[in-house]
């Protein structure tokens, strides 16, 4: 993009220019860099912006220049949800005057009267835009470099404490951010690897003659916690529907007495008391609150439960 002559491009990372999210865990860095320039000799500041998605307020970061224009800058994740993150870059007129009477004065122009006047104009904009405090730092500041002489406009320009105020407080008039923002998804630290450990419920406890209940189910959590598992992965275990029930061995038929599969389709429990489907679970495991004890016992071990959910079922 280019606004006002400031030119940001080659923003880096962007995963197909930004059509997808990329990835990052919560207390992860994100280095951002991008190509950012400007006709003359101007100088750039610039920052990459950062918020989580559905807020309005960014958090900035400053990025510096490298080699050829490429400049970066990095910010930390904290928050899992979708967070979007930009660059924006414009003209420092204070640090671009600076720079040119620097140069004026080591290069014996004689007179650089215009040059104080034109710092003090700055100043004085910038303390419209500072707190009280720093305000009245800069305001004295311009007040006494709109009539120094040589000497003492070259201490002026060169204090740093002066050029720090400024830099809190910029005109960001001439310059621009980059569209559109990237967007990351960022996740869990147990997003980036977990081993998972399947079983069904109802064949937990091993029984040949009638399936398991979800309070049989702790002894298979410490065979998957004692083998260093993090998470027991669980088939669908909502109300196993009348279509495409199965029967035994994979059988297309399912005869009377035949449990069925959990990826049958529809719902025969309408009596349930959440009126069954993906709000409730099949009764022969137990009720919703069975299974609420059957997570927290997981989590006493140091496991979590996924279930698969099958909506299409």
């Known amino acids: 993009m280019k606004k006002a002559g400031v030119v940001i491009e080659n923003v880096s990372p962007l995963l197909d220019c930004g059509r997808h999210a990329i990835k990052r865990l919560a207390g992860d860095p994100v280095r951002v860099t991008a190509d950012i ?50 660059v924006e870059a414009w003209l420092d007129a204070y640090e671009t005057w600076r720079d040119e ?45 709109a009539k120094a002489d040589r000497n003492r406009a070259r201490s002026i320009a060169a204090r740093a404490d002066l050029a720090g105020i400024m830099a809190r407080y910029p005109d960001r008039a001439i310059g621009g951010e980059f569209r559109p923002c990237g967007r990351i998804m960022v996740e869990r630290r147990a997003a980036l690897f977990a081993a998972w450990y399947e079983f069904f419920p109802r064949s937990a406890g091993g ?7 979800f309070r049989e189910c702790l002894a298979r959590l410490d065979d998957a916690a004692a083998m260093g598992f993090d998470v027991v992965y669980f088939p669908p275990v909502h109300p196993i529907g009348a279509t495409k029930r199965k029967g035994r061995n994979n059988a297309l038929a ?3 007495g035949d449990p ?54």
């Not at 004065?105 to 500072?130: H, I, K, N, P």
């Not at 309408?270 to 993906?278: A, E, F, R, S, V």
């Open 37 to 86: 320039f400007k006709d003359g000799h101007d100088v750039i500041a610039a920052v990459v912006k950062w918020r989580a998605v559905g807020t309005r307020k960014w958090q900035e970061a400053p990025m510096e220049p490298g080699d050829n224009d490429r400049w970066s800058g990095s910010f930390t994740v904290t928050g899992i949800g979708d967070c979007e993150y930009t």
């Open 101 to 145: 009477f620097r140069r004026k004065d080591e290069g014996g122009q004689e007179d650089l009267a215009a040059e104080s006047l034109e710092g003090a104009f700055l100043l004085e904009q910038g303390a419209t835009r500072a707190g009280k405090a720093d305000a009245a730092v800069l305001r004295a500041a311009a007040a006494e470099l």
């Open 207 to 213: 029984h040949g003659d009638r399936g398991s209940t």
């Open 254 to 256: 399912c005869a009377p």
């Open 260 to 313: 069925g599969v959990p990826y049958a389709i529809g719902n025969r429990h309408q009596g349930c008391p959440h009126g069954g489907g993906h709000r409730d679970v099949a009764p022969e495991l137990g009720t919703l609150e069975d299974f609420a004890w059957l997570v927290g016992e997981a989590k006493k071990r140091g496991l979590e439960i996924a279930l698969d959910f099958a909506l299409n079922c």
